[in-house]
């Protein structure tokens, strides 16, 4: 029985010990190996640190062996992780941080470093363990090397049952900064099986773990390796030309990205032994293109494709079955197991075949909703469609903000977003926060960010903006401080010079219309 998160590990440990389950390079943990250092890691949370129920453990760590090991200690001792996306950059960690009231951060030297002349903003961060280099005892804070967690005093683990929160996963917003998605243990469980049901995941796959583990579809790649007790190896992307290496080396039979990634990839020579071991491959964070896909399939002919839609408040929700990639290519397939889809108008009646209308998923991968965002949550987070009206308290669902239709086979393609995110490199990316960086970098009075369309990256970013002086304003400048604060995706790729931005009758910015400047050009 695995109700709880940090079980998919030790069911898998109980039936196999010695199976391969987590590596990293030359590194590779068996089950047994990996169960034993997470219940050492959880007892040190709690006897050296004191971590109380509930309280949250962030992680800001690349993918390394102590970064899977940290998110199931928090998960045992009845913690909640909080995994940090290592590309991002001081300011957008530190919100994190301080939005969520961190207790513990588990990061290196480097990264400590480079938090330390303002952590103290987050006074509620009272230990930091570090995985690496040697902890300084003149900080407010307590350090301690991550040796103390497996070594020191052990304390009992916390109750906890599977609807307690398990993991607070950071998402952009169409307005602001990032807001955390709770994701309870049931939800993390749950969502583990769905995916290796549909993917078909035995003892005998080995997966590539490429995706950033703070990205839900990264994330699931553990739970979803652990449930089926298979082997993942933990891999962080630099170069395309790396990838095909790494799964000739680990004998890679399972591989997830999503389109700016596979693009590059799809134009390499992969080695034989890749193209007769690799079962599978997957795509989520946007719409692979056509060409990019063809080029995958000829690469790799014996690989299943599976085209995937997910949404960080429900893990995953849709699939299209690899039997299906060739009559439906621009499918994003049906409801993944253990979920339901629907696809309603503004009333929450059901749409007709091929009516456009908001996808609302179900079931037991909806989230608890926004971490300390009521609004926010009371907006995405509402009762599903068709309930009786004698249920007091009715089943919520998430209203998905998208724009899909459903075929009279019951197959969905995605139309649109109602918001104005942007979808780049696979990250969902907020103009408001793209806009914040660019006021906060003096050059600029006024600004607007938006999404066009782009081949590579699914959507660049395209900024309007009015400099604060226009004799001294540069591209080159404006963009160089906004790679000082953002990370590298969401940096502009475009910025359109105006002398004033068009106001509407309110007197605020005018978006539509800026909006039809640039969907005229690219029509062009």
């Given at each position: 029985?695995?109700?709880?998160l940090?079980?998919?590990?030790?069911?898998?440990?109980?039936?196999?010990?010695?199976?391969?389950?987590?590596?990293?390079?030359?590194?590779?943990?068996?089950?047994?190996?990996?169960?034993?250092?997470?219940?050492?890691?959880?007892?040190?949370?709690?006897?050296?640190?004191?971590?109380?129920?509930?309280?949250?453990?962030?992680i800001?760590?690349?993918?390394?062996?102590?970064?899977?090991?940290?998110?199931?200690?928090a998960?045992?001792?009845?913690?909640?992780f909080?995994?940090?996306?290592?590309?991002?950059?001081?300011?957008?960690?530190?919100?994190?941080?301080?939005?969520?009231?961190?207790?513990?951060?588990?990061?290196?030297?480097?990264?400590?470093?480079?938090?330390?002349p303002?952590?103290?903003?987050?006074?509620?961060?009272?230990?930091?363990?570090?995985?690496?280099?040697?902890?300084?005892?003149s900080?407010?804070?307590?350090?301690?090397?991550?040796?103390?967690?497996?070594?020191?005093?052990?304390?009992?683990?916390?109750?906890?049952?599977?609807?307690?929160?398990?993991?607070?996963?950071?998402?952009?917003?169409s307005?602001?900064?990032?807001?955390?998605?709770?994701?309870?243990?049931?939800?993390?469980?749950?969502?583990?099986?769905?995916?290796?049901?549909?993917?078909?995941?035995?003892?005998?796959?080995?997966?590539?773990?490429?995706?950033?583990?703070?990205?839900?579809?990264?994330?699931?790649?553990?739970?979803?390796?652990?449930?089926?007790?298979?082997?993942?190896?933990?891999?962080?992307?630099?170069?395309?030309?790396?990838?095909?290496r790494?799964?000739?080396?680990?004998?890679?039979?399972?591989?997830?990205?999503?389109?700016?990634?596979?693009?590059?990839?799809?134009?390499?020579?992969?080695?034989?032994?890749?193209?007769?071991?690799?079962?599978?491959?997957?795509?989520?964070?946007?719409?692979?293109?056509?060409t990019?896909?063809?080029?995958?399939?000829?690469?790799?002919?014996?690989?299943?494709?599976?085209?995937m839609?997910?949404?960080?408040?429900?893990?995953?929700?849709?699939?299209?079955?690899?039997?299906?990639?060739?009559r439906?290519?621009?499918?994003?397939?049906?409801?993944?197991?253990?979920?339901?889809?629907?696809?309603?108008?503004?009333?929450?009646?059901?749409?007709?075949?091929?009516?456009?209308?908001e996808?609302?998923?179900?079931?037991?991968?909806?989230?608890?909703?926004?971490?300390?965002?009521?609004?926010?949550?009371?907006?995405?987070?509402?009762?599903?469609?068709?309930?009786?009206?004698?249920?007091?308290?009715?089943?919520?669902a998430?209203?998905?903000?998208?724009?899909?239709?459903?075929?009279?086979?019951g197959?969905?393609?995605?139309?649109?977003?109602?918001?104005?995110?942007?979808?780049?490199?696979?990250?969902?990316?907020?103009?408001t926060?793209?806009?914040?960086?660019?006021?906060?970098?003096?050059?600029?009075?006024?600004?607007?960010?938006?999404?066009?369309p782009?081949e590579?990256?699914?959507?660049?970013?395209?900024?309007f903006v009015?400099?604060?002086?226009?004799?001294?304003?540069?591209?080159?400048?404006?963009?160089?401080?906004?790679?000082?604060?953002?990370?590298g995706?969401?940096?502009?790729?475009?910025v359109?010079?105006?002398?004033?931005?068009?106001?509407?009758?309110?007197?605020?910015?005018?978006?539509?219309?800026?909006?039809?400047?640039?969907?005229?050009?690219?029509?062009?």
């Amino acid at each position: 029985m695995t109700d709880l998160l940090h079980e998919l590990v030790r069911a898998s440990a109980a039936r196999d010990p010695h199976a391969p389950a987590l590596g990293v390079r030359d590194d590779v943990l068996d089950y047994a190996t990996l169960e034993a250092r997470i219940a050492r890691a959880a007892q040190g949370l709690i006897g050296e640190i004191g971590l109380a129920r509930g309280a949250r453990v962030a992680i800001w760590l690349d993918k390394r062996v102590h970064t899977v090991l940290a998110m199931l200690a928090a998960s045992r001792a009845g913690g909640v992780f909080v995994p940090i996306n290592p590309v991002l950059k001081e300011e957008q960690a530190l919100h994190i941080l301080r939005d969520c009231t961190a207790s513990v951060l588990v990061t290196s030297a480097e990264r400590l470093a480079r938090l330390a002349p303002r952590l103290h903003e987050t006074p509620s961060v009272t230990s930091v363990v570090l995985v690496d280099g040697s902890p300084d005892d003149s900080q407010a804070w307590r350090e301690l090397p991550w040796d103390a967690l497996e070594t020191g005093e052990a304390g009992s683990p916390n109750r906890h049952i599977d609807v307690d929160l398990a993991s607070i996963l950071y998402t952009s917003g169409s307005t602001g900064r990032p807001k955390g998605v709770v994701l309870s243990h049931r939800n993390m469980v749950a969502g583990a099986k769905s995916v290796a049901t549909y993917l078909e995941n035995t003892r005998s796959d080995r997966i590539l773990a490429l995706l950033p583990l703070s990205f839900d579809a990264g994330l699931s790649q553990l739970t979803t390796t652990f449930h089926a007790g298979a082997s993942v190896y933990l891999h962080n992307y630099l170069l395309p030309k790396d990838v095909p290496r790494a799964a000739e080396r680990f004998a890679i039979t399972g591989l997830g990205a999503v389109p700016p990634v596979w693009i590059p990839l799809a134009r390499l020579d992969w080695p034989q032994a890749v193209v007769d071991s690799l079962r599978y491959f997957t795509n989520t964070g946007g719409r692979m293109p056509r060409t990019t896909l063809d080029q995958l399939r000829a690469r790799l002919p014996h690989s299943a494709p599976y085209l995937m839609y997910g949404l960080t408040e429900a893990f995953r929700s849709t699939y299209l079955p690899p039997a299906e990639v060739d009559r439906r290519p621009d499918s994003i397939g049906k409801a993944i197991p253990n979920a339901e889809i629907l696809v309603v108008r503004p009333d929450g009646s059901e749409c007709d075949p091929d009516e456009p209308g908001e996808l609302v998923h179900r079931g037991a991968l909806v989230a608890l909703g926004y971490w300390n965002d009521a609004a926010k949550t009371a907006e995405r987070f509402r009762p599903a469609p068709g309930q009786p009206a004698e249920i007091v308290n009715p089943e919520l669902a998430v209203w998905s903000g998208d724009t899909v239709r459903r075929d009279a086979a019951g197959f969905l393609y995605f139309v649109g977003r109602r918001d104005e995110m942007i979808k780049t490199s696979g990250y969902r990316v907020s103009p408001t926060e793209v806009e914040e960086a660019l006021y906060a970098t003096g050059l600029v009075a006024e600004a607007a960010a938006f999404g066009v369309p782009d081949e590579e990256l699914g959507q660049a970013i395209a900024v309007f903006v009015a400099a604060a002086d226009a004799a001294a304003f540069s591209t080159d400048a404006l963009l160089g401080a906004c790679r000082t604060t953002l990370p590298g995706f969401m940096v502009p790729s475009r910025v359109e010079l105006r002398s004033e931005l068009p106001r509407n009758p309110n007197g605020k910015i005018d978006r539509t219309a800026l909006r039809t400047e640039l969907d005229a050009v690219s029509r062009a």
